[in-house]
């Protein structure tokens, strides 16, 4: 009974992140799909025990109970039970998983496709770009409610998965490959992504999430985040400014309307927009983010984010700098 409640709470997802309620027909098709599958193996498996059961009963008994010694009765009923069950049962699971992929993979109709967002898998975060519209973020995918995102997935490293359970299925993310999925959201909300492909270290905690918004809410962000940063006034967020520019930091992240053009890292042009950093590992406030600069090997070991040794003074500076891109 515990394994039996573990195992609900492993497939349901017992964390952050759940596979139900799907919050999409993608979604909706592929629990239905899970549940069929869990249905007919139950059946399968029951049958099974049943028949082990009845030959332990039985054993030192020769033949089967209302057949006896009928040999071309038992040959027809292995047959059947090993042989022609499991071939129709597997080829039509697979016919129907099949149709179901293959409904999720067809390209939309162009009338029906209002947007598209690049996702691009790093060793451990997401880089998200808005094609035409110039705005590129991390880790935080907005999207329209009821619109159909045609999601180009793809790595900048080594191959990455982007899951966003309750939305719809996995996509593998290979460098030099483009892979298209839809994404559709039923109704507004954040749904949890992970990566679904081990790919290193911190795999664990390369996770996203998606905002799901009515449109008007979602342009008034996506204009937001295509404009260069625009800081508050104030003596310490100019001089985090500086520091920020004059340290590493410059050069592995980009801030747009700034100096800071590098790509090696997460763009920080809206940083503060964002609810989480690191992937999702932790929550986007100025004792996080302090915490993380000044030590993020001690939150994401192996990260390409290195340990700069700052002044506890820097490290104010450039926290405030970075929240006050709005
Ligand atoms: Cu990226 Cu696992």
């Given at each position: 009974?515990?394994?039996a409640?573990a195992?609900?709470a492993?497939?349901?997802?017992?964390?952050?992140?759940?596979?139900?309620?799907?919050?999409?027909?993608?979604a909706?098709?592929?629990?239905l799909?899970?549940?069929?599958?869990?249905?007919?193996?139950?059946?399968?498996?029951?049958?099974?025990?049943?028949?082990?059961?009845?030959?332990?009963?039985?054993?030192?008994?020769?033949?089967l109970?209302?057949?006896?010694?009928?040999?071309?009765?038992?040959?027809?009923?292995?047959?059947?039970?090993?042989?022609?069950?499991?071939?129709?049962?597997?080829?039509?699971?697979?016919?129907?998983?099949?149709?179901y992929?293959?409904?999720?993979?067809?390209?939309?109709?162009?009338?029906?496709?209002?947007?598209?967002?690049?996702?691009?898998?790093?060793?451990?975060?997401?880089?998200?770009?808005?094609?035409?519209?110039?705005?590129?973020?991390a880790?935080?995918?907005?999207?329209?409610?009821?619109?159909?995102?045609?999601?180009?997935?793809?790595?900048?490293?080594?191959?990455?998965?982007?899951?966003?359970?309750?939305?719809?299925?996995?996509?593998?993310?290979?460098?030099g490959?483009?892979?298209?999925?839809?994404?559709?959201?039923?109704?507004?909300?954040?749904?949890?992504?992970?990566?679904?492909?081990?790919?290193?270290?911190?795999?664990?905690?390369?996770?996203?999430?998606?905002?799901?918004?009515?449109?008007?809410?979602y342009?008034?962000?996506?204009?937001?985040?295509?404009?260069?940063?625009?800081?508050?006034?104030?003596?310490?967020?100019?001089?985090?400014?500086?520091?920020?520019?004059?340290?590493?930091c410059?050069?592995?992240h980009?801030?747009?309307?700034?100096p800071?053009?590098a790509?090696?890292?997460?763009?920080?042009?809206?940083?503060?927009?964002?609810?989480?950093?690191?992937?999702?590992?932790?929550?986007?406030d100025?004792?996080?983010?302090?915490?993380?600069?000044?030590?993020?090997?001690?939150?994401?070991?192996?990260?390409?984010?290195?340990?700069?040794?700052?002044?506890?003074s820097?490290?104010?500076?450039?926290?405030?700098?970075?929240?006050?891109?709005?």
């Amino acid at each position: 009974m515990l394994a039996a409640l573990a195992s609900l709470a492993l497939l349901t997802g017992c964390g952050k992140q759940s596979i139900a309620p799907g919050r999409s027909p993608q979604a909706h098709d592929i629990s239905l799909l899970w549940w069929w599958m869990l249905g007919v193996a139950t059946i399968v498996f029951l049958g099974a025990v049943g028949l082990l059961a009845l030959a332990w009963i039985r054993r030192g008994t020769a033949g089967l109970p209302f057949v006896g010694e009928r040999e071309d009765i038992n040959r027809g009923l292995v047959l059947l039970f090993g042989i022609g069950i499991p071939v129709v049962v597997l080829v039509a699971l697979f016919a129907i998983a099949d149709v179901y992929l293959v409904a999720q993979t067809a390209a939309p109709a162009a009338a029906s496709t209002s947007m598209t967002v690049e996702v691009i898998g790093h060793q451990w975060w997401w880089e998200i770009r808005y094609p035409g519209s110039g705005a590129v973020t991390a880790n935080e995918i907005h999207i329209p409610v009821n619109t159909r995102v045609n999601v180009i997935a793809t790595s900048a490293d080594v191959i990455h998965s982007f899951w966003v359970p309750q939305l719809a299925r996995k996509i593998d993310m290979v460098a030099g490959r483009q892979n298209r999925i839809l994404m559709y959201a039923s109704r507004p909300g954040v749904y949890r992504g992970q990566c679904a492909e081990f790919c290193g270290l911190q795999h664990a905690n390369m996770a996203l999430e998606v905002v799901a918004q009515p449109v008007s809410a979602y342009q008034a962000w996506l204009a937001n985040m295509a404009s260069p940063a625009r800081r508050t006034s104030g003596a310490a967020v100019s001089t985090g400014e500086r520091a920020f520019m004059g340290l590493q930091c410059a050069s592995c992240h980009q801030i747009r309307g700034t100096p800071a053009q590098a790509t090696v890292g997460p763009d920080l042009t809206h940083l503060a927009t964002r609810s989480t950093l690191a992937g999702d590992e932790i929550p986007d406030d100025p004792a996080q983010l302090a915490a993380w600069i000044r030590a993020p090997q001690s939150i994401k070991p192996g990260s390409r984010m290195p340990d700069l040794g700052l002044s506890t003074s820097q490290v104010a500076q450039i926290v405030s700098y970075l929240e006050s891109l709005s």
